[in-house]
């Protein structure tokens, strides 16, 4: 089995040179693996940000499994977040940009504190660690880790010529073994930021919450983490008729196929010397999240882009294949989505929405439709929001509930006070400022007590289940363990949080006999 490459003897060196300076009494110098590290304090929490966790994946190292770090002696200034993977933002960026953060509080604790490692979301073209400041979270006593990984075209992509080169290595999904690599760093360094590296919740959301998932059933991430938190897990979900995994020959006859369009031909080592000779700006042209989930909602797919790749390392199958196995190396989820989350298809009438369903179009609108007058755009909003990502994330909660598993399922309705003429529900990825304390990151000065307060709940229910695998207690409105047979559901709605039947069972139940057909 593939493993990342140990460290050399200058880690060692380093440590030795460090382990007894006066200096590294502050709370805000660090030795760890690869050198010393000097962070910062602010408001009771120490950050450390821009920390490489792997070799620079530039030039001959571009498509290849991480590599370690080279270790430095002089103090690292880890004050700053490093770039954002390439990507076709217009923020900073570069190719070299595998670094992670660390939160920690800054109060001493006699016992090692959980920790929370996130994981970004963007479809696997976007986003970066800069979005996510950890400070609000680490301040309720846990460590928090974030990392970049490669993504698009350099972090998902798998020419013939890259096996060639290099048989005994994974090929393809790079960005998934950069989070990997974030994950052994974990278990060799947090302990020295006060972390418990047996104690370790895996969380992200859409992409970062499918990353998450794919860490669950590889044989490559078994132990590196012992809780998950999976926030509208997409790309790929648990369904895999939704949002599939690209099979590993085509994956490469995508990279075949944009190769030939830069007129670059073959699959030799001179085909591969052009593809690494390219500008990484060149690579992630026409592949914005934009124009890649318009290529997954109408089955076009961005030239060159595969996202998650059934490699055969990685990924030996899909997430939904591996948990109809009932596989024995699972850990305790906490799973849920927005009522108005990503809704990804193409439907230009109510009759193309409804034929999606296939022989159960007419229960489905019975269900979502009834009365044959609702706006087209609402609808379409509904069925494909329960289709890509709401049903699943139950599945999800379903199969790790028949295993035996704590789970808890959720759903998240809140939207900022200030928002709520505008907007009906909440759309995906604006759990995040609740979940990670930081709710004025929507509405700026216009942040209400209510929005606070919501902050407060939804992130003391996150930081609870890191530290003890159930997120009640203190007080909070109990959220209940998650059982098939009732479909209970925990609402985060703007009147608090309610516990209750789902009320869309029968819209989802429609969605799992379609699901079940399919497979």
Sequence with gaps: MWRSRGLGTGAVLALALFASSPALADATHVVIDSGPVSGVEANGVISFKGIPYAAPPTGKLRWRVPQPVKPWAAMLDARVFGPACMQADDIPKSEDCLTLNVWRPAATSNAPLPVMVWIHGGALVHGSTAQYPADALAAQGVVVVSMNYRMGRLGFFAHPALTRESPGD???????????????????????FGGDPKKVTLFGESAGGGSVMAHMVSRLSRGLFQRAILQSPGVPTARQSVLPLTAFNEAERRAIAYARGLAIEGDDARALAALRALPPEKLVDGASAAEVLAGLANGRPVAGISGAILDGWFLTRSPEAALAARPREMVPVMVGANDRDLAIGTAETKDDLFALFGGQAGEARALYDPAGDAPFDELRQQVLADRTLVEPSRHLANEMARLGLPTWWYRFSYVAESLRDKWKGAPPGFEIPYAFDMPAVPVGDKVTDADKAMG????????????????????????????PASDRVINFT????VVGPDPIKARLDVWKKVFDKAQ
Excluded: C, E, K, M
């Design 494 to 497: 703007n009147n608090g949080v």
């Design 456 to 483: 407060a709940l939804a992130s003391a229910y996150w930081v609870a289940f890191a530290r003890s695998g159930d997120p009640n207690g203190d007080g909070r409105p109990q959220w209940p363990r998650h059982d």
């Design 170 to 192: 994974p090929t393809g999904n790079y960005g998934y073994l950069d989070q990997l690599a974030a994950l052994q760093w974990v278990q060799r360094n947090i302990a020295l």
